[in-house]
């Protein structure tokens, strides 16, 4: 329905009759739903339900709201499964949404690049807490298999530089604690390996503890070279 008030300014929608209050009109819009005293209005024109839909949706759509826009056109479906205006409405919002979903990984994807590049820096300054918080807001925004593999990469060097750190301020556990870190996040990292290697140098625990970890990342990574060197030389090695 098209509802003109005295002003001249129109509205598009639903219009019911109020036959508990003749001296007003309800009108359902995209802004909801309210009443309309008759002496504002110039005019009324009655329209299908079907379009009192589409009149909703169309201003949805324009306001961006692309989501309500949707219900609105399928609203409009149930009064006339024929309409062609709702129809073609409805492809052309589905096609606005994918298209801003799309806008919106691709933002995300970008978002993952940029804090990867704040947190190298933190890294170089050696703020190491900072730039993991940084690494985790990257993880979170679902980055894709590259940024994945980059980002595990880079978080390994991060844990091996905060390791290094740490064995410089004279605190080999919290240094360990950052190598295996490293080696979770990266298990092809062998400075972070080396590393653990040095520390556990003369701890017979320890040297066991690193065997059975050895022997469950060479299974996972026959390729790893070192490790196999490691494991065929003995525990006495470690």
Do not use: C
């Not at 009192?52 to 309500?68: C, K, Q, S, T």
């Amino acid at each position: 329905d098209i509802v003109t008030y005295t002003n001249g300014q129109t509205i598009r929608g639903l219009t019911r009759e109020l036959a508990d209050d003749p001296d007003y009109i309800e009108f359902t819009g995209a802004r909801g739903t309210f009443r309309i005293n008759r002496s504002r209005i110039s005019s009324i024109v009655q329209e299908p339900s079907a379009q009192g839909w589409v009149h909703i949706g169309n201003e949805h759509r324009e306001n961006g709201n692309l989501a309500e826009a949707m219900t609105a056109y399928k609203r409009a479906l149930n009064f006339d499964p024929n309409h062609d205006e709702a129809q073609r409405m409805i492809d052309l919002t589905q096609a606005a949404i994918s298209q801003r979903q799309l806008l919106s990984r691709q933002e995300a994807l970008n978002e993952i690049d940029q804090l990867a590049r704040e947190a190298r820096e933190e890294v170089d300054k050696r703020n190491f807490e900072k730039a993991e918080e940084l690494y985790k807001r990257a993880n979170d925004l679902v980055p894709s298999e590259e940024q994945r593999q980059e980002l595990a990469r880079q978080i390994s060097q991060m844990y091996t530089a905060w390791g290094r750190d740490r064995l410089d301020k004279l605190d080999p556990t919290g240094a360990e604690e950052r190598f295996n870190l490293a080696v979770e996040a990266n298990r092809n990292n062998n400075e972070a390996i080396n590393e653990l290697i040095k520390l556990w140098e003369g701890n017979p625990d320890k040297r066991a503890q690193a065997a059975n970890i050895y022997e469950t990342m060479l299974e996972r990574n026959p390729e790893n070279t070192l490790l196999e060197e490691i494991l065929d030389a003995g525990a006495a090695t470690i």
